[in-house]
């Protein structure tokens, strides 16, 4: 089982609708998770940190976290075409001083 | 100034070549990285250095040798790289106890011919 799964998409939305994000984790002892933001061509960057149980929101963005369950997700409500990239789920392994990047999920904001 | 500066952005370099990557931060950033990032994959992790000493090696292959000079520069000396070894390479760095919100440079593109 990989460290940190999401799924590559693309994940299509059309403008104004909300986009769900989803990432799961294999470490029950990590203890905050980081969602960055990487346009093509681009390097990535941090966009929402969450480091307990519920949701934490940030202008458009809410990510939720559910340590039962091992999930993070991230929503993106009024999507935008700007929003179109690919968003990394990065999570510190519960032992080390260093960040595992998901695969990362192209999302797609239609017109 | 909130901005990690990588030169050169574009980088060809043939097998039997030596060439450096240069990174550079005035954020007053104790912990850098360097990552390796291939084409619709994610960042990997290559180095960590804390307060200008090697923290972390992911088992990288000795024709890359990282260095720290001081606490705004990093550096990664390439020598005798392979075909594979073109990729994205991303410089990183972050505050001492906020090690997990990374600012990135905008990266070298390499190409080993």
Known sequence: QKEVEQNSGPLSVPEGAIASLNCTYSDRGSQSFF???????KSPELIMSIYSNGDKEDGRFTA????????????IRDSQPSDSATYLCAVPPGTASKLTFGT???????? | ???????????????????SLKCEQHMGHRAMYWYKQKAKKPPELMFVYSYE??????????????????????????HALQPEDSALYLCASSQE????????????????T
């Open chain 1, 35 to 41: 969602w960055y933001r990487q346009y093509s061509g």
């Open chain 1, 64 to 75: 939720q976290l559910n340590k039962a369950s091992q999930y993070v997700s991230l929503l």
């Open chain 1, 104 to 111: 990362g999920t192209r999302l797609q904001v239609t017109l």
């Open chain 2, 1 to 19: 100034d909130t901005e990690v500066t990588q030169t050169p952005k574009h980088l060809v370099m043939g097998m039997t070549n030596k060439k």
């Open chain 2, 53 to 78: 000493k090697l923290s972390i090696n992911e088992s990288v292959p000795s024709r890359f040798s990282p260095e720290c000079p001081n606490s705004s520069l990093l550096n990664l000396h390439l």
């Open chain 2, 97 to 112: 106890g906020r090690v997990y919100e990374q600012y990135f440079g905008p990266g070298t593109r390499l190409t080993v």
